[in-house]
């Protein structure tokens, strides 16, 4: 199995480059073999097929539900919003970042567009996830033109003081289990 490429110690010629499109058929297996990487990993929320060394316009993600992007185009995007992210393939090296808020997608494999938003409601925590998903759909989008969050650095007097809580770490309630699973 193919292993994401750490930018930092190898080099990966995709990581700049626009990729090509592929049909439905080559994306949905591509797409495959990109969810059983980050599963295997289980440290990630999304993933490119450059990341690993494929030049296809093909991404996964999985924040609140699994979803595949097939030559992905935004067609709209409203409400920008500060973000800080971080990627796989430059571990430990976050940056601050503007992103959207609200965006709308079309995808080769779905004749109808799919809309993302982080739009507040009385639900914090679902406020938080549909941000975080609408963002990573943005920064894996990137990663199919060739383009890294660090690409899309800005400069903040914003320093995070608190730890956030990721996917995969122990719930804070002490239940021992993996957060997605048990508070969130």
Not at 116 to 142: K, M, W
Request: negative net charge; aromatic residues 6%.
């Amino acid at each position: 199995m193919r292993e994401v490429i750490n930018c930092l110690k190898h080099d990966n010629p995709l990581i700049h480059k626009k990729l090509r499109e592929v049909s439905v058929e080559e994306g949905m297996s591509i797409a495959t073999e990109l969810f059983q990487i980050l599963n295997e990993r289980g440290d990630g929320i999304g993933l490119a097929a450059n990341q690993v060394g494929i030049d296809a316009q093909v991404a996964v993600l999985n924040v609140r539900e699994p979803l595949i992007l097939i030559n992905p185009k935004i067609i709209s995007q409203e409400n920008e919003i500060p973000y800080y992210e971080g990627c796989l393939s430059y571990p430990k090296k976050g940056v601050n970042t503007k992103r959207y808020r609200d965006i709308v997608v079309k995808t080769e494999q779905e004749e109808s567009d799919w809309y993302f938003s982080g739009e507040p409601t009385d639900n914090i925590d679902d406020t938080n996830l549909r941000t975080l998903e609408a963002v990573c759909v943005q920064h894996e989008i990137d990663h199919l033109n060739g383009i890294i969050c660090m690409d899309r650095k800005v400069e903040t007097s914003y320093k995070r003081t608190e730890k956030k809580v990721g996917r995969n770490e122990p719930c804070p309630c002490g239940s021992g289990k993996k957060y997605k699973k048990c508070c969130q």
